[in-house]
């Protein structure tokens, strides 16, 4: 009797593991899409795309405006720093920016009128001194011949003479100076200097600017991470920007599907959230290459069970589709192929009634 029990166990065991391999082995025959006649149903999730927005610079938080959950529009100012030394720095270097330019327009602008006469003066006084050092200096020597007066009387009027000629050479080299203005080198150094200034000047009031955090695109807050009063890090996430412009589903065609589907065919979209109401789209890009590739080379049956990338642009005017949310997409294969024209936008698709 234990015997007979015995193998009545193993026979049920052995029945249990073929029941369930056989469906193990169905689960695995199943795939992403049904193919009907006139139609194909794809499965997939509407895609989540996300922008981690930062500031580039680390500052103290002074004001977060929109909280989780919240839509906003690309442009909209979400979070501000403190600008207190960023405004400071600024005007520092507008500061600079000013005083270096009134430097280079006066080098640009030449000596004055008044720079002139004054030079010209100073070399007419140089030449009357030594006009008199010299009549001087030959009286002195008719002296000598008399002697009247000293050798050292007559060197000291000629070392005179020598002075004065040195001092009128220098007032008409000041002269020519002035006259000519400041050299070509120094305006361009003046020059240079004031575009180091005015660039620096200019990254300042970017930093500035940079305070205020804006969206750069249309999209949902998923996440607040910081609070006002932190210190936020430069690029250390403030928000978590969830993109839903556009919004399109990931799904994935098999391959002895592939060749019934196209860029541009018109599709609509269903969910369980909304289990009567259909959303019109378009395929807008289908992987060239498999998602999934078991190995390099594959046998037939394997080559069958391939499937490629679909990505589904979705048309939602009433923002209902949710990041993540599953959705199933039915291909009107026979209404694409009859119509024969690509779509590119929510506007040339026939709308779906309700």
């Known amino acids: 009797m234990n015997v007979i029990s015995a193998q009545l166990l ?6 249990v593991v073929l029941w369930f391999s056989v469906g193990l082995l169905a689960c695995s025959d199943q795939t992403d899409t049904k193919t009907t006649k006139d139609g194909l149903t794809l499965y997939g999730n509407v895609d989540i795309r996300e922008v981690q927005l930062a500031f580039q610079d680390g500052g103290r938080l002074v004001k977060l405006h929109v909280d989780e959950g919240a839509v906003v529009k690309a442009g909209q100012l979400v979070a501000e ?52 050092a010299r ?23 000629k070392a005179r003479v020598e002075t004065l000629e040195a001092t009128a050479q220098a007032a008409g080299d000041q002269l020519s100076l002035v006259a000519e203005g400041p050299r070509r080198e120094d305006i361009n150094a003046a020059e240079a200097s004031l575009q180091a200034l005015t660039a620096a000047r200019d990254l300042a009031a970017r930093r500035l600017a ?20 932190a210190m936020a890090p430069a690029g250390a996430p403030v928000f978590t920007l969830a993109l839903t412009n556009p919004l399109w589903v990931r799904a994935y065609v098999s391959e002895p ?98």
Request: with cysteine; proline share 5%; aromatic share 6%.
């Open 10 to 15: 193993r026979r049920l065991t052995w029945m």
């Open 81 to 132: 720093l403190d600008p207190t030394r960023f405004t400071l720095e600024f005007d520092r270097l507008t500061g600079e920016v000013n005083a270096q330019a009134a430097v280079l327009e006066r080098l640009r602008n030449g000596s004055r009128p008044q720079e002139i006469e004054q030079a010209k003066a100073g070399l007419d006084g140089a030449r009357a001194s030594l006009k008199e």
């Open 135 to 157: 009549l001087n200096f030959d009286r002195k020597q008719v002296l000598l011949v008399t002697n009247r007066i000293s050798q050292q009387e007559v060197d000291s009027a």
């Open 210 to 229: 940079d305070c205020r955090l804006i969206a750069p695109a249309d999209g949902i807050i998923r996440s607040r991470i910081l609070e006002p009063g």
């Open 257 to 354: 599907d592939l060749g019934r589907v196209r860029e541009g065919m018109a599709v609509t979209i269903h969910t369980d959230s909304y289990p009567g109401k259909r959303y019109r789209g378009w395929i807008g890009f289908i992987a060239s290459t498999a998602e999934f590739t078991p190995k390099t080379v594959e046998t037939t049956e394997l080559r069958t069970k391939l499937v490629y990338r679909a990505r589904i642009f979705a048309c939602d005017p009433e923002h209902e589709l949710r990041l993540g949310m599953p959705v199933t997409v039915t291909v009107a294969i026979a209404d694409a192929n009859r119509q024969g024209m690509a779509v590119t936008g929510c506007e040339e698709i026939p709308s779906a009634s309700q």
